[in-house]
């Protein structure tokens, strides 16, 4: 029987290095399900953290090694939907939207049903979308969002069978699942390479973020997503705003 070329034997492959990292954070997207189902939502919130760390670490992996495939590609996905889509709507139903009925089951199918289109709307649009901004909210993102909410409450023992609370859940759920299908810009990210070489005050600027983060984690952490999960609409009115005033000025000179 003929041997394959080499090329055609690469394309068959599988990369071990940034597949593995993919499978971690497969890993903890499934594990916070079960933690949750144990009534451990402090840890599944946290894995849900970890799973974002091993979702950042895959590709750039990939890209510093040359190591990327297409086959990688699709596993990235397949394990995002599961550890930034069905785990954390899963681990806020349980916590807190089940005592809402159907509406609480209603806003974790939304959140499920925005990371599903997220992360196809990426996957067809990635060759044209501009590369400094992602289209709506990461679904990595949204999942810290609902983790952090979860991770604070849990944290400073709030009680989740107050009404406010879970409706305080039920609107972030629902807000986290339609900005991930939105058109607004939020910051990718991809534009700093970790190759580099950066001035030294950038390095005294990761020791003071790790130190500030260190403090209060689920304070930080959920503050900071949630600026993050408002930047793409400040974005979006600035855009909005240039837009009209170049279109102001194109009628004033005609």
């Known amino acids: 029987m003929p041997s394959l070329p ?13 597949n593995a990292f993919t499978t971690a954070n497969l ?39 040359n190591t990327q495939s297409a086959f990688g590609e699709q596993y990235d996905s397949m394990a995002d939907i599961i550890s930034f889509g069905v785990a954390p709507a899963f681990v806020m139903y349980v916590w807190a939207l089940q005592d809402l009925g159907r509406w609480g089951w209603l806003a974790a199918f939304v959140f499920v049903v925005g990371a599903a289109l997220r992360l196809a709307r990426f996957n067809t649009n990635i060759a044209v979308v501009d590369k400094g901004f992602f289209q709506g909210l990461p679904s990595p993102a949204a999942a810290a969002l609902i983790a952090g909410f979860v ?45 580099r070489s950066v001035p030294f005050w950038v390095m005294l600027l990761f020791v003071f973020l790790f130190v500030f983060v260190s403090s209060n984690p689920p304070l930080v952490l959920f503050s900071l997503f949630v600026l993050y999960g ?9 855009r909005w705003r240039k837009a009209k005033k170049l279109n102001l000025q194109r009628k004033n000179s005609m």
Not at 6 to 18: A, C, F, G, V
Not at 230 to 238: E, I, K, N
């Open 6 to 18: 080499t090329d055609e034997k690469r394309n068959r492959s599988i990369y071990l290095l940034p």
């Open 27 to 65: 890993f903890a997207g499934f594990y916070a399900v079960v933690q949750a189902m144990n009534g451990r939502f402090e840890t599944a919130a946290i894995a849900i953290f970890l799973a974002m760390v091993f979702d950042g670490m895959d590709g750039r992996v990939a890209r510093l090694t």
């Open 230 to 238: 408002l930047s793409g609409w400040v974005v979006m009115f600035f």
């Open 151 to 195: 991770w604070l409450a849990v944290d400073n023992k709030l009680n989740i069978g107050a009404t406010p609370l879970s409706w305080a859940a039920f609107t972030l759920t629902i807000y986290a699942g339609v900005a991930m299908v939105s058109n607004a810009p939020f910051y990718s990210g991809k534009s700093f390479a970790l190759g």
